[in-house]
């Protein structure tokens, strides 16, 4: 059973920045692509971005500015690298892994918190 793991958020402030980490417990290669959504409290799933097992990256245009998504396929890892972050950042995040196969796969998501 594949398996993801999101790390890296917490409390932050204002105007800081916050590096997510999804690691997949299988190799990389299997996948065509990584995507991050985030959920707040009350609202809908929102989307954004993917990362594609060939290397090019997508986000959606209300994060594009402040946020950049890499990958590591030695570690079987994607980042999401967040910066100015705003109160309206709050959310839980979470990766989605699209395998080649079609199947699609979830972490069980790290909350971020942007607050004074």
């Known amino acids: 059973q594949v398996q993801l793991a999101e790390s890296g958020g917490g409390l932050v402030l204002p105007g800081g920045s916050l590096r997510l980490s999804c690691t997949i417990s299988?190799?990389?290669?299997?996948?065509?692509?990584v995507a991050w959504y985030r959920q707040a409290p009350g609202k809908q799933r929102e989307y954004i971005g993917t990362?594609?097992?060939?290397?090019?990256?997508n986000y959606a245009d209300g994060v594009k500015d402040r946020f950049t998504m890499y990958s590591d396929v030695g570690q079987n890892t994607v980042y999401l690298v967040m910066n100015s972050l705003k109160p309206e950042d709050t959310a839980v995040y979470y990766c989605?892994?699209?395998?080649?196969?079609?199947?699609?796969?979830w972490g069980q998501g790290t909350q971020v918190t942007v607050s004074s």
């Open positions: 299988e190799s990389f290669s299997r996948f065509d692509a």
């Open positions: 989605n892994a699209r395998a080649r196969d079609g199947a699609s796969y």
């Open positions: 990362i594609f097992s060939t290397g090019p990256t």
